[in-house]
C-alpha cells in the first residue's frame, strides 16, 4: 500500500493569481487557484502533474506538500483594479473559474480562508466566477454565493459506490455529503450542477452507476450534470493512477493497460460511442441537457471536470491551455 506521510504546508507569496485561458472552447477567460497540491489527493487528479512545474515530485507530495499563496486576495484585487483601468475593463476578466488544478475548498482553506478572501474580491469588483470543488465547506461561504449573480458552482461526484470511493478518493467527503451540498446550494438559490466525472471504465461507468448519479443529483435539485471520462492525461498522472488500480482492483490493470495505449491519454472513440447514448438517455429522461459539452454554447456552468487535461499555473501568470472532455 501507499505510505501516508504527514501533510507539509507552505506558504509563499505570488505575484499573479489571476492565470489566462487560452482554449477557445473555455467558457471562461481566467482562471485561479488559490493553494498548489491538493489534500484530496484523488487518484485521478489530472493537476498532480502541475507540481513537476515546481521541481516537486508528482507522487504523494501532491497532497503532501501543500502550497498556500497568502497574498492572494491582495494580489487578485491588484490585478482587478488595473484591469479595470484598461481597455476592455473587467468584461475581460469573463468568468473566472476556481478550483481547476486544486479544490478550492480543501481543509486547509477552514484556516486560511483563502477562498472566501478571493470571492469577497470578486464579487466586490462585479467579476462572475465558477466554482468546482468536493466539499461542502464551500456552504460556509452562502452569503457570498448568494449575492453573486451570474456565477455558479459544481459539484464534482464520479461515483455513489462507497467502496469505490473510499478507494479512488479517501481524503475526500463521501458522495452523500455532496449531494446534501448540491440541495442545500440549490435551495439558497445557487446555480449549482454536478460533474459526474472522471467516469471510471468497467468501475463506474456501468448504466446502474451512471443512472444513479444522475438520478440522485435530479432529487437533490442539480441544475445540470456534466459527464467525462477519465483521462489520463500526462506520464505521471496515469502511474499514479496505475499504481492505485493495481492495488485495489489488479485484474482491471491489463484492460485500463489496452484502453489507455495510445498517447492521447483519452479512451478510445469506439469506447466513448458505446456509452454515451445511455447517457444522453438518462440526462434527458431526468430533465437535463444531453447536449454534449463541446456543443453547448458556454455558460459558467462549464469549468473543466476532474479528468480533463489541464496544465494549469506551470508559472503565475503563464496562460493556461485546458481542453474540456466530454
Known sequence: MKSKRSIRYETLSCKTILNE??????????SLNPYRGCQHGCSFCYARSTHSFLGLE??????????IKENAAAVLERQLRAMARSRRGLAAAGT???GTATDPYQPIEGTWRLTRQCLEVLQAYGVPFSITTRSPLILRDLDILRQSPGSSVNISIHTLQTGLWSRMEPSTPPPDKRLATVRELAENGVRVGVFMAPILPYLSDGDDDVRAVIEQAARHRASFVVPSFLRLSTAAVKVWFFQTLQ???PHLVQAYADLYAGGSGSLPPAYRE????FIRAELARHGFDAEPAARRTPSAARPPAAGDEAADEAADGQPVQLSFLF
Open 96 to 98: 473566472v473559474a476556481i
Open 58 to 67: 508528482t507522487d504523494d507530495t501532491f497532497q503532501n506538500h501543500i502550497r
Open 247 to 249: 492495488e485495489a482492483y
Open 274 to 277: 458505446r456509452r454515451m447514448p
Open 21 to 30: 485561458v487560452k482554449a477557445p472552447s473555455m467558457p471562461f477567460a481566467r
